[in-house]
């Protein structure tokens, strides 16, 4: 008997995959386009993909939504976003609706955490609590799910809150394993620990690790940034706590179907 594919998740680079899910097509966090400029600073942050992404904004397949968890550039990426179709329709953050508007964008529905979006029948997107990324201002998680399947998948690109709380327990969480930290503000991306604490409390069938990518950096920020652990440290723990999570680990480019 052959397997039921629920789910199909490709990843680009960083943050960027394509998530397929109740008979959707969704682009996640896109950077397509070179450079990454954080505020339009070169001197502050300035980064390349080292492999190009399997796609450019032209050789993506037909996309149903556009998904955007931060407001940052390393999440929306205007080069990128400035070159897709503004009639997609988009799920973003408060802090990213100023952006993905002024590019004209058509169809934008802003969720705030806590707040729901349906897609057709059978897709309900939650947005959670993600991390503070500057003073007064949380960025957004999501749950994802397939009110058909069951099937769910949890998104944090950055940090969990502690008492995180989502409805339905994901199959799948897509989060960092390797952290880091800044000066003054600390813990910035969660470490192999605080991933082990998460995969214990939403117990997924599934852990994809994000915000991996082999990229060039210059300018300041790189010299401030600490990396906290690695995913083979990450692996260790994992086994060692016996759990029954798997870890999947996909190269650039390549597409994990999961059920």
């Known amino acids: 008997m052959s397997r ?54 032209e050789t993506l397949p037909p996309i149903d939504l556009i998904l955007i968890a931060q407001g940052q550039d390393d999440h929306c990426h205007k080069p990128t976003l400035a070159r897709l179709d503004r009639s997609i329709p988009l799920v973003v953050c408060p802090a990213a609706a100023a952006v993905v508007q002024d590019l004209g964008f058509t169809q934008v529905t802003v969720l705030a955490p806590g707040e729901v979006h349906q897609i057709g029948d059978r897709l309900l997107i939650t ?20 009110q058909i399947t069951g099937m769910t998948l949890y998104y944090e690109p950055h940090l969990s809150p502690p008492d995180l709380a989502i409805e339905y327990p994901p199959d799948v969480v897509l989060a960092p394993v390797i952290g880091q930290t800044l000066p003054l503000l600390g813990q910035v991306i969660m470490g192999p620990q605080q991933s082990l604490e998460l995969v214990k409390k939403l117990q997924p069938r599934y852990f994809v690790p994000t ?17 906290v652990g690695t995913v083979a440290e990450f692996r260790e723990l994992l086994l060692a706590a016996e759990l029954q999570t798997q870890l999947l680990v996909p190269n650039p480019g390549e597409t994990l179907e999961l059920g």
Not at 134 to 144: A, W
Request: one cysteine or more; glycine letters at 8%; aromatic letters at 10%.
């Open 4 to 57: 039921i594919i629920a789910m199909k998740l490709t990843w680009i680079d960083l943050n960027t995959w394509i998530l397929e899910l109740s008979g959707q097509t969704l682009l996640i966090d896109p950077w397509l386009v070179d450079p990454l400029v954080f505020y339009g600073l070169p001197w502050l942050f300035r980064a390349c993909h080292v492999i190009p992404p399997r796609y450019t904004p």
């Open 127 to 146: 947005a959670v609590p993600g991390a503070p990324t500057q003073p007064g201002v949380v960025e957004n998680g999501y749950l994802l799910r397939d």
């Open 211 to 227: 915000s991996l990518g082999t990229i060039t950096q210059s300018g300041l920020l790189p010299l401030l940034i600490q990396s």
